[in-house]
């Protein structure tokens, strides 16, 4: 072959692959990245897509609309939410930026997909084609419940079926209504004692408490085959080199097993607990729990943090054990570990979008539903399982144990200030004849989980059955 020739072919060779290569990077934006770009704030993309599409609703799973494109008095399509502050953070707002679902899923909101040459007719007539609409998993019964239930109280709730990962409600508090944002901004804005804007179940941060006994308990038991045995008498305070553990008012709990430890949620227990742990297994743990870690949800969050290592002291080891110390977690991520104990030991994904409809109400897309991966063992679920029901029938929730159905769950209660000044926690599922449903409430400031959270966690399961 001249030489000339073999110089032309390697440049064909490689112009080629080039090529495919772009091909290919061109396939994956428009089916995987497209959607990230078109919601980017700074692509001005859906102001060219206003101009011609009428923005598409946003639906609860049974069809209620609570975010609409309506025509204001004035002649201006304008944003309407029907349930004023009842979805705030879940829905979010359009005016002023944009957040929550009218956020996440903007770039399919400005997408219409009716007949292509009615569409055509449109744009001739210099008319607008109508946006796809979300359905969501949300509950519109389920949603109001937990509105009214967490009252004038900050904090969350958040609940999902734990074995699909469909999230059925999502309140925070302080909220706001979207419907008047641009006339509230700069109040809503300057609020730095509240921060309303904040959605508090997917971005708050928050020490958990003794829920988090949850992943000590788990540890334990995988570091200790014979846990079944472990035996303490508590007597209301533990110390150790000098930094001291009490229990919930000084209680001394008395003889305890591994279950009624748990039950009890006996902080000097779990601290003698914490003190024998290979603290690079727990980490390892928690990862697995996804802590420091990227939950992949489609909707805006904040990632929870577990700092301990072997190297700190007995008191950050002890603290740490107990759900206080550096650890900082939020209600969704805490909804996700009690699912994992509700479904048999599996990670599940959370989710908060459906599908897309037309104009027509059929179905354009759907969107994946939840990833599932497994952290535990058959043998690990089933004795959490066991010391999770123990919680109710003779713990710290036991207010939830006389009920048509069976609930299962860990209280907390996270100190935050120097004052002994505390957050309510509860995280728990319940199931009736095969149907579940799992929960994540935190009150702010409130005090004890077992009398501010479980009794809303009560309301949610009544509601749902």
Same mark, same amino acid.
């Given at each position: 072959?001249?030489?000339?020739?073999?110089?032309?072919?390697?440049?064909?060779?490689?112009?080629?692959?080039?090529?495919?290569?772009?091909?290919?990077?061109?396939?994956?934006?428009?089916?995987?990245?497209?959607?990230?770009?078109?919601?980017?704030?700074?692509?001005?993309?859906?102001?060219?897509?206003?101009?011609?599409?009428?923005?598409?609703?946003?639906?609860?799973?049974?069809?209620?609309?609570?975010?609409?494109?309506?025509?204001?008095?004035?002649?201006?399509?304008?944003?309407?939410?029907?349930?004023?502050?009842?979805?705030?953070?879940?829905?979010?707002?359009?005016?002023?930026?944009?957040?929550?679902?009218?956020?996440?899923?903007?770039?399919?909101?400005?997408? %219409?997909?009716?007949?292509?040459?009615?569409?055509?007719?449109?744009?001739?007539?210099?008319?607008?084609?109508?946006?796809? %609409?979300?359905?969501?998993?949300?509950?519109?019964?389920?949603?109001?419940?937990?509105?009214?239930?967490?009252?004038?109280?900050?904090?969350?709730?958040?609940?999902?079926?734990?074995?699909?990962?469909?999230?059925?409600?999502?309140?925070?508090?302080?909220?706001?209504?979207?419907?008047?944002?641009?006339?509230?901004?700069?109040?809503?804005?300057?609020?730095?004692?509240?921060?309303?804007?904040?959605?508090?179940?997917?971005?708050?941060?928050?020490?958990?408490?003794?829920?988090?006994?949850?992943?000590?308990?788990?540890?334990?038991?995988?570091?200790?085959?014979?846990?079944?045995?472990?035996?303490?008498?508590?007597?209301?305070?533990?110390?150790?080199?000098?930094?001291?553990?009490?229990?919930?008012?000084?209680?001394?709990?008395?003889?305890?097993?591994?279950?009624?430890?748990?039950?009890?949620?006996?902080?000097?227990?779990?601290?003698?607990?914490?003190?024998?742990?290979?603290?690079?297994?727990?980490?390892?743990?928690?990862?697995?729990?996804?802590?420091?870690?990227?939950?992949?949800?489609?909707?805006?969050?904040?990632?929870?943090?577990?700092?301990?290592?072997?190297?700190?002291?007995?008191?950050?080891?002890?603290?740490?054990?107990?759900?206080?110390?550096?650890?900082?977690?939020?209600?969704?991520?805490?909804?996700?570990?009690?699912?994992?104990?509700?479904?048999?030991?599996?990670?599940?994904?959370?989710?908060?979008?459906?599908?897309?409809?037309?104009?027509?109400?059929?179905?354009?897309?759907?969107?994946?539903?939840?990833?599932?991966?497994?952290?535990?063992?058959?043998?690990?679920?089933?004795?959490?399982?066991?010391?999770?029901?123990?919680?109710?029938?003779?713990?710290?929730?036991?207010?939830?144990? %006389?009920?048509?159905?069976?609930?299962?769950?860990?209280?907390?209660?996270?100190?935050?200030?120097?004052?002994?000044?505390?957050?309510?926690?509860?995280?728990?599922?319940?199931?009736?004849?095969?149907?579940?449903?799992?929960?994540?409430?935190?009150?702010?400031?409130?005090?004890?989980?077992?009398?501010?959270?479980?009794?809303?966690?009560?309301?949610?399961?009544?509601?749902?059955?």
């Amino acid at each position: 072959m001249p030489k000339h020739n073999k110089h032309i072919t390697i440049i064909s060779y490689a112009f080629m692959i080039g090529f495919s290569c772009l091909l290919v990077y061109f396939a994956i934006f428009i089916i995987r990245d497209n959607s990230k770009l078109l919601n980017n704030p700074y692509n001005k993309t859906d102001d060219i897509m206003a101009d011609r599409i009428t923005r598409g609703s946003i639906l609860t799973s049974d069809g209620e609309i609570i975010a609409e494109s309506i025509t204001d008095s004035d002649g201006n399509e304008v944003r309407s939410y029907p349930y004023d502050n009842i979805f705030a953070h879940a829905a979010g707002y359009y005016d002023k930026g944009q957040t929550g679902l009218e956020y996440s899923y903007n770039s399919y909101l400005l997408t %219409s997909t009716i007949n292509p040459i009615s569409k055509a007719f449109k744009e001739l007539e210099g008319e607008k084609s109508p946006g796809d %609409s979300l359905v969501t998993t949300l509950d519109l019964t389920l949603q109001k419940c937990a509105y009214q239930a967490l009252g004038s109280r900050k904090g969350a709730v958040i609940a999902m079926d734990p074995d699909t990962g469909a999230i059925l409600a999502m309140v925070s508090k302080p909220d706001y209504d979207p419907n008047t944002i641009a006339d509230d901004w700069n109040r809503l804005n300057s609020d730095e004692d509240n921060s309303p804007l904040l959605n508090r179940a997917t971005q708050g941060l928050y020490p958990p408490g003794s829920t988090f006994k949850t992943l000590t308990l788990l540890e334990y038991i995988r570091e200790n085959p014979s846990y079944s045995k472990y035996s303490f008498k508590c007597k209301g305070q533990f110390s150790v080199d000098n930094y001291r553990i009490n229990c919930h008012n000084k209680k001394a709990h008395g003889e305890q097993d591994i279950r009624e430890a748990f039950a009890n949620s006996c902080n000097s227990a779990f601290a003698d607990i914490g003190l024998t742990l290979d603290i690079k297994s727990l980490r390892s743990t928690c990862k697995s729990l996804l802590f420091n870690t990227d939950i992949s949800v489609a909707f805006q969050y904040k990632q929870s943090s577990f700092s301990l290592k072997q190297a700190d002291n007995t008191g950050e080891k002890m603290q740490t054990v107990i759900g206080q110390g550096k650890t900082l977690i939020t209600p969704l991520h805490n909804l996700i570990i009690i699912s994992s104990f509700a479904n048999g030991g599996y990670i599940t994904t959370p989710y908060i979008a459906e599908k897309m409809i037309n104009d027509g109400c059929s179905t354009v897309r759907r969107f994946s539903g939840s990833k599932k991966i497994q952290v535990m063992t058959p043998e690990e679920n089933e004795f959490m399982n066991e010391c999770l029901r123990e919680v109710v029938t003779s713990g710290t929730a036991g207010t939830l144990a %006389s009920k048509t159905y069976t609930a299962y769950g860990k209280t907390g209660t996270a100190e935050y200030d120097s004052s002994g000044n505390s957050h309510a926690w509860f995280i728990g599922y319940a199931e009736k004849d095969g149907k579940k449903i799992a929960v994540s409430i935190i009150v702010e400031g409130a005090g004890t989980g077992s009398d501010y959270a479980v009794p809303i966690a009560g309301k949610l399961f009544d509601s749902y059955y």
